[in-house]
């Protein structure tokens, strides 16, 4: 998965509340590749946000 794609599937299960599944369905890829992609570029977003 690209960089670009994964932060398009991160904002669609973080912001838009999709399913990893539904959003795999989009790309053409399986769970595993949205999640990890989710996972990696999620845990940089809440790292980075020091208000919470």
Known sequence: MTA???RWAT???GR???SESEV???LGCDWY???DAVVAY?????DS???R
């Open 24 to 26: 795999a369905g989009d």
């Open 11 to 13: 904002v669609q299960v």
């Open 42 to 46: 999620g845990e940089a977003l809440v």
């Open 4 to 6: 670009r794609a994964g």
């Open 33 to 35: 590749t949205v999640n």
């Open 16 to 18: 838009f509340a999709r």
């Open 49 to 51: 946000d020091l208000d």
